[in-house]
């Protein structure tokens, strides 16, 4: 009938957010000076990390290790050579919790090593650096299922992907063809393809080893800069941007036809550059941004429509914002994602985001926790440069006994 509003079908209706008492959260965290398109924390299932206010330094620091961080800890130093040591965006290796790599401001990047359990002595040298830009780095990015593969981006405005093992010269260079800073990059569910999106406001999809562009399309047309996304095992891109009004919206698209949009979702006037995460396992869409307190939470359904099914509200405003692996989430009481939000306070939040269950903390939930990845590569660099793809293996979330 005309008028009626239709209640889509969603299990994630009356998904609710719950941010940690203090006492489980980190504090005196002294970020450094990183550069405005930048997501400052990365995290794992043990570990976070932040460049810390000592130019060049990475602070490591156990989830487990609650409360505030010393001013003396041990660092990561980035002890460069020539040129300035500034980290510009820093990443933990999907499969390998004590690696992590950094986006250097002198052009280079470089990967470290450090003990498990945190650091207990500073590390000033590097597993490898790998020099092949002109100007400052801006990303760096490990690819998601093959094993020793990195992805770099600078001011340069061109992208290289490397082998860790061999750090002469990158294994591949894609066309010079992005016009403007490249603001993000984004492998798809089995790492066969590569989105970015630009200053030049075109989102762009690679076929990164034969260094081919297989689809571009000019995308959001406002000043600031946007991001893309892919949503996992869905094969669709969300793009995050600006209009020329300066309102944030989002586009979703078909990688084998960007020209003919899926649909766009207006959203507000937000100037905030936009931190967009992926629940491959839920088909569930977080969206929050720099400056934001709010996180508003969205279901992919069926027809690829993005239904928003709550927003998680807060006063304190996010600097960065990291989503933790599946396997860290209180299962039995049904919470399907958990965040680390770094704020300007020096504060990092743990949020965790449940779906109401009656007797949830009594029987598993199955439909709201399928098989999830086992956090292990799927293949070796050698074969995934070969041309060979892989899905990554799952492993079942059910705790023994229930």
């Not at 660092?75 to 510009?88: A, H, K, Q, R, Y």
């Not at 260079?173 to 984004?186: A, E, F, Q, R, Y």
């Not at 550059?273 to 279901?299: A, C, H, M, Q, T």
């Not at 009656?358 to 098989?371: I, T, V, Y």
Request: charged share 20%; glycine share 8%; aromatic share 8%.
């Amino acid at each position: 009938k005309s008028g009626t509003t239709v209640i889509r079908n969603t299990k994630y209706r009356h998904i609710f957010a719950t941010p940690f008492q203090l006492r489980d959260c980190y504090g005196d965290i002294r970020v450094g000076n990183v550069s405005q398109e930048t997501n400052p924390i990365t995290a794992n299932a043990s570990y976070f990390a932040i460049p810390w206010k000592v130019p060049g330094s990475i602070c490591i620091v156990p989830l487990d290790r609650k409360g505030t961080v010393d001013e003396d800890t041990p660092l990561i130093i980035n002890d460069v050579e020539d040129g300035d040591p500034s980290l510009n965006e820093i990443k933990f290796c999907p499969f390998d919790e004590t690696l992590i790599a950094g986006a250097t401001q002198n052009g280079s990047a470089s990967i470290w090593r450090f003990p498990a359990g945190g650091l207990t002595s500073n590390v000033t040298t590097p597993l490898a650096t790998f020099s092949g830009h002109t100007k400052r780095l801006l990303v760096v990015d490990f690819h998601p299922l093959a094993e020793t593969v990195l992805l770099t981006s600078g001011a340069d405005n061109e992208v290289k992907l490397w082998d860790i093992n061999h750090t002469n010269q990158p294994l591949q260079t894609l066309p010079n063809v992005h016009k403007g800073l490249v603001t993000s990059v984004s492998w798809n569910s089995n790492g066969s393809q590569l989105a970015t999106f630009s200053k030049d406001k075109f989102l762009r999809v690679f076929d990164p080893r034969t260094a081919t562009v297989a689809q571009e399309v000019s995308s959001h047309q406002g000043a600031k800069s946007g991001k893309a996304i892919f949503l996992g095992s869905k094969n669709i891109i969300a793009a995050v941007g600006f209009s020329k009004s300066s309102e944030r919206e989002i586009h979703l698209h078909d990688p084998r036809n960007l020209a003919t949009k899926i649909s766009t979702i207006k959203l507000d006037n937000s100037s905030s550059g936009p931190l967009p995460f992926w629940d491959d396992d839920s088909g569930v869409f977080y969206l929050s941004g720099k400056g934001d307190g709010n996180i508003r939470v969205f279901e992919l359904l069926e027809d690829s429509q993005l239904l928003q099914v709550n927003e998680f509200k807060s006063k304190d405003p996010a600097s960065g914002l990291v989503r933790l692996p599946k396997t860290v989430v209180n299962i039995m009481k049904c919470e399907v994602s958990r965040f680390l939000k770094l704020t300007p306070t020096g504060q990092v939040i743990p949020i965790r985001f449940e779906v109401p269950r009656q007797g949830g903390e009594h029987f598993f939930q199955d439909d709201l926790f399928p098989d999830t990845w086992d956090l292990k590569p799927a293949l070796t660099a050698q074969s995934w440069f070969g041309g060979e793809n892989k899905n990554g293996n799952t492993i079942s979330l059910k705790p023994p006994g229930k």
